[in-house]
């Protein structure tokens, strides 16, 4: 069961019909992914939409598959109202494409998922301001956010090529839902030292020793898509933990990871959603 926000608990199919019961709340209908999140996503359509639409209410099916559902069950639009449905991109490019949704109402995000988009330089240096104290320049100095963030993505894009090739091939078996701690170090946000060759000795050539042809083929996909820059294919989630990590290390103090990320989702770039944005208005004035 599914914990809605009233308290109540929804089923997958009580979901779908909390959709019907609020038509006529909403100028247009948004359906995400994530229960128990509507609250993110109404602060970022806020942000996004502004006044331009009356969004009383915002639908979580749980899940794309259940995203899915919701689109051929109820379409383009319900008593005249427009329903657009907004899932993560995930590995879908790389290794799913045959299996996307091609309609201007479905939308998926260019990168892994919501939470890519929350790693902003300069929320995070308004947010590491508080902490540090010192005048901007120095806070930039301090964060070097570019350096952080760069040296991630190079460190974890093999990983998570590794977790393309098994969703792929392998999907039963375990990936994202890993914790992040088995890959990054908890006191640098950075690669734990042999974590990787460890999981592809003992986990990857065990499944298939063919493992690096195949995953060189969906490299050649993703960078015909993405080029040479590995963000778009690391979950954000797991790029909030090194964050959290790297900056709890420069701080020498601690903080609540909640706290930082409340603070990058009402501050971060939210021109970096205008192709939503766009998709959204584009359909709605045709």
């Known amino acids: 069961m599914n914990e809605g926000l009233d308290g109540l608990e929804y089923s997958t199919q009580a979901q779908a019909a909390r959709f019907i019961l609020y038509q006529g709340l909403n100028e247009i209908n948004l359906i995400v992914e994530d229960i128990d999140r509507e609250y993110i996503y109404e602060t970022i359509f806020k942000r996004m939409l502004g006044d331009q639409y009356n969004i009383s209410t915002i639908f979580a099916a749980g899940g794309k598959p259940a995203v899915k559902d919701r689109y051929y069950e109820f379409g383009k639009e319900t008593n005249g109202i427009q329903n657009f449905y907004i899932v993560d991109g995930d590995f879908d490019r790389y290794i799913h494409q045959s299996d996307m949704i091609r309609d201007p109402y479905f939308i998926y995000l260019k990168t892994y998922n919501i939470e890519s988009y929350f790693l902003d330089k300069n929320a995070c240096e308004q947010f590491a301001k508080g902490y540090i104290k010192c005048l901007d320049n120095v806070v930039k100095e301090k964060i070097s956010f570019d350096s952080w963030k760069e040296q991630?993505?190079?460190?974890?894009?093999?990983?998570?090529?590794?977790?393309?090739?098994?969703?792929?091939?392998?999907?039963?078996?375990?990936?994202?839902?890993?914790?992040?701690?088995?890959?990054?170090?908890?006191?640098?946000?950075?690669?734990?030292?042999?974590?990787?060759?460890?999981?592809?000795?003992?986990?990857?050539?065990?499944?298939?020793?063919?493992?690096?042809?195949?995953?060189?083929?969906?490299?050649?996909?993703?960078?015909?898509?993405?080029?040479?820059d590995y963000f778009n294919l690391i979950c954000g989630k797991f790029l909030l933990d090194s964050l959290c990590t790297y900056l709890r290390n420069i701080f020498k103090k601690t903080f609540k990871r909640d706290d930082l990320i409340w603070h990058l989702i009402n501050h971060f770039d939210i021109s970096k959603l205008d192709y939503v944005k766009n998709a959204i208005l584009n359909v709605s004035a045709s």
């Open 152 to 228: 991630i993505v190079s460190e974890s894009s093999k990983l998570f090529l590794c977790y393309c090739f098994v969703q792929k091939f392998y999907p039963k078996v375990e990936t994202i839902s890993r914790s992040s701690f088995l890959f990054i170090d908890d006191k640098t946000g950075f690669e734990r030292t042999g974590a990787y060759q460890k999981y592809w000795n003992d986990e990857i050539l065990a499944l298939d020793a063919d493992a690096q042809n195949k995953i060189d083929k969906i490299d050649t996909i993703y960078k015909s898509i993405n080029g040479n």
